[in-house]
């Protein structure tokens, strides 16, 4: 680990404007997960040209496939490149699903200006007093911690039959109150990954359980809620991603008016990964199968890369309602 620097230095911001701007304003922060260049430069392109607060999440998977360092310095050549372009947008750089103190320390003092922490998995008096020794570090230099309550189903869950994994509404002031943190990311049905439900062909998903968020609101007015395990799973990708020798059946993700609806109430960020990776997929794969004898990763990966600043674009625009407020 180098020198400590702080987040304000690097151009970054926390979280705490940008939410209070999403909760008055019924739209949410888009919080887009990176892993390398071209999905950075995509990320900060698209809402560059639309004009809208981002955040710039790294899992600790990333950390471990690109190093920790060069996603920083990736973020950090992000914000200068969206100055350079014009555009004074609120970049933040944020830790995503952290599992420990330690990550969650390293992270603050490297320059991030936002950390989750990840204690969801604990049983609760643990996650609250995990989630407050990151909150008593964090908060010391101004950086924003985002907690979680409840479990999101993974891919072998049925969503619907695991009721217990819900976000307990009866939890959250406690929890609020007694970790401090700046937001609260719940379970309402949504799950990590492209495969969120197991549905028969043609059949709707379940619907996100706007009652459970609905609860969690009028218990904690104007808190900012933070979705997870929100990509929409975009099917003109899995088709082409299928078209061209893939093989992703029954991939279904959240439909794109429930998270409108979650966007217009108190959830002010929205986390996408998955949509972002079906693109990148779907873009290569049809690359390829279309030009067999190309061998510049600059021609497949731009292909990509265009396609993945159409869809940041259109979920700005269309899907979270950021465009425009920055
Ligand atoms: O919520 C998880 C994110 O999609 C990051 O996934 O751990 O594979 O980087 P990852
Ligand atoms: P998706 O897998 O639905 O994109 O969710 C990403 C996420 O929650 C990152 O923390
Ligand atoms: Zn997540």
Redesign the pocket.
């Known amino acids: 680990m180098g020198k400590k620097v702080h987040f304000s230095e690097l151009g970054l911001v926390n979280t705490r404007e940008m939410f209070s701007r999403a909760v008055d304003g019924g739209y949410a922060i888009p919080a887009y997960?990176f892993n390398n260049l071209e999905q950075i430069q995509a990320i900060v392109t698209a809402c560059a040209e639309t004009s809208s607060p981002v955040i710039l999440?790294v899992?600790k998977g990333a950390r471990d496939y690109a190093n920790s360092t060069m996603l920083r310095y990736l973020a950090l050549g992000a914000v200068e490149m969206a100055r350079e372009k014009g555009a004074n947008i609120p970049i933040t750089l944020h830790l995503?699903?952290g599992d420990s103190l330690e990550l969650c320390q390293s992270c603050v003092d490297s320059g991030f200006s936002s950390v989750m922490i990840d204690g969801s998995h604990l049983p609760y008096e643990e996650n609250v007093k995990l989630t407050r020794q990151v909150v008593e570090y964090a908060h010391q230099y101004d950086v924003s911690v985002e907690g979680e309550l409840g479990v999101l189903a993974g891919i072998e869950d049925e969503v619907q039959a695991e009721k217990s994994t819900y976000t307990r509404p009866d939890e959250v002031v406690d929890f609020v109150t007694k970790t401090g943190v700046d937001s609260l990311a719940i379970s309402i049905g949504?799950s990590?990954?492209a495969y969120k439900f197991k549905v028969k062909p043609g059949e709707a998903p379940p619907s996100l359980r706007f009652d459970i968020l609905s609860e969690v609101e009028k218990r904690l007015p104007r808190f900012p809620i933070v979705l997870?395990?929100?990509?929409s799973v975009v099917q003109s990708y899995v088709e082409l991603i299928n078209k061209y020798g893939g093989k992703m059946e029954g991939a279904i993700?959240i439909p794109e008016d429930q998270l409108r609806q979650a966007a217009a109430s108190a959830v002010c960020k929205i986390?996408?990964?998955?949509?972002g990776r079906l693109a990148v997929t779907a873009k290569v794969r049809e690359y390829l199968a279309n030009n067999p004898g190309e061998f510049d990763p600059r021609k497949y990966l731009g292909a990509a890369r265009k396609e993945l600043v159409a869809l940041i674009k259109h979920k700005n625009e269309t899907v979270l309602g950021s465009a425009g407020k920055a």
């Open positions: 997960n999440q899992s995503d699903h949504t990590h990954g997870h395990g929100a990509s993700g986390n996408i990964d998955s949509d």
